[in-house]
């Protein structure tokens, strides 16, 4: 196995932060955040819109930060020399937590009808935004289009994590716990550098298994979470080879890109690559069966037949290939599951069965999440010395997803590498 050591995150020591708090119950996770960014060294100013001071006073957030918190775009004292300008241009990142519905959505247009929406239109730097909103409010087309627009314009989401609400209802919309976001925020300007540049190879998008010159069998994949996996692991420095079916998707910044169409070439591809890597991530949705004589020709429709009868044949189980490589040619291998009941069950299953180091697992039943769509939801689930152990990522866009899995396979391989 590749040898492999990552950086320990730097020290957030001097770093200029600007906390946008606005309205909601979660505004009390703020207080504990700025705690966390203070005891980390952080110089924290804090701003407020009108509605956050209903849930926390502008005096106890300043207390915690050190700093006067700004609520007024209009104030006369901190415009006299263009107070949000010089605002805009102090902060080294922009944190808003938490973030409405209303204040996404105004972010959105371009709205400056206050201090905190016109300073995200005058500063150029980084900003990280964490929601909170009643789970049908953060599930509302209208939201997820915001959302989605906010990750397009630059910004990077943080959650929300789901569970129980303040107003009693349960799923998708509670704001981080500020350790969360501490951990993102160290993340930005610290990403987990790998040194030696590990090579990892992900497989992607689905398969395409010919039945005659025009028909094929294949499935609902995009590739867009292979995709996500690629670019995360790109850009935290590794040397990536994405071996991608048939999608219509922008290779990744800094990744080899190379097209198959069919199982039997992916798996060719695979197991030539595999020995190289440190890493290998199987996340393409692979055809478990092709025909066993694709026909020659266009296959025609008779009259005197209403049915069709075809052979399949079994396609070859790359994952399981890859896992069973000699010790001294494995990586480290991570699956993926796609699955529509009893999701641990079935995990844990394949985990042992195929001789994984890591699975991860999805129930693509639920609306809006896995196949075609820009957001999942995940049960991890990896091995150590002490047994299985897991982690339930809640629904969450793609690329933020991506970037936990990779966190998590290359630490468990620092962990598995002799000297790392």
Not at 212 to 238: C, F, I, T, W
Not at 245 to 261: N, Q
């Amino acid at each position: 196995m590749a040898s492999l050591s990552l950086s320990s995150p730097s020290s957030l020591a001097g770093k200029r932060l600007l906390l946008g708090v606005s309205a909601g119950i979660a505004a009390y996770k703020s207080a504990l955040l700025i705690r966390l960014l203070k005891q980390a060294g952080c110089e924290v100013r804090v701003v407020m819109t009108e509605g956050a001071q209903a849930f926390i006073t502008p005096l106890t957030l300043q207390a915690l930060s050190g700093e006067p918190v700004r609520t007024s775009l209009l104030d006369p004292e901190a415009e006299a020399g263009m107070g949000h300008i010089e605002l805009a241009r102090w902060a080294d990142v922009i944190v808003i937590a938490p973030a409405t519905a209303d204040l996404i959505a105004r972010l959105v247009h371009g709205m400056a009808d206050d201090l905190l929406s016109t300073l995200c239109l005058a500063s150029e730097a980084p900003r990280l935004i964490a929601p909170a909103m009643n789970q049908a409010m953060w599930r509302h087309p209208a939201s997820q289009r915001n959302a989605q627009q906010l990750v397009q314009d630059g910004w990077q989401l943080i959650g929300p994590a789901a569970g129980e609400q303040a107003c009693g209802d349960v799923g998708p919309g509670r704001m981080s716990e500020p350790e969360e976001i501490m951990e993102a925020i160290t993340r930005h300007f610290a990403p987990p550098v790998v040194a030696t540049a590990p090579h990892v190879v992900i497989t992607a998008g689905p398969t395409r298994e010919a039945l005659d010159p025009v028909r094929y069998l294949s499935n609902h994949s995009s590739g867009k979470m292979g995709y996500a996996l690629a670019a995360e692991a790109a850009a935290q420095g590794a040397r990536v080879t994405l071996i991608s079916g048939p999608v219509s998707l922008p290779t990744p910044k800094g990744v080899e890109r190379i097209e198959v169409e069919t199982a039997q070439q992916m798996h060719q591809e695979a197991l030539r690559l595999a020995p190289l890597a440190a890493l290998f991530v199987g996340c393409a949705a692979v055809a478990d069966y092709r025909a066993a004589n694709a026909a020659e020709h266009k296959l025609k429709k008779t009259d005197d037949s209403d049915t069709l009868t075809l052979t399949l044949v079994k396609n070859p189980d790359i994952i399981a290939d890859v896992a069973a490589l000699p010790e001294e040619q494995r990586p480290f291998v991570v699956g993926f599951a796609a699955e529509t009941q009893n999701v641990e069950r079935y995990a844990q299953d394949k985990l042992t069965r195929k001789g994984l180091d890591m699975i991860v697992a999805n129930d693509v039943s639920q609306q809006g999440l896995g196949f075609g769509s820009d957001d999942n939801a995940a049960l991890i689930v990896w091995r150590t010395p002490q047994g299985n152990e897991q982690f339930a990522a809640p629904p969450q866009p793609k690329t933020q997803l991506a970037a936990l899995i990779i966190q998590r396979a290359l630490k468990q391989l620092s962990l598995m590498t002799p000297g790392a």
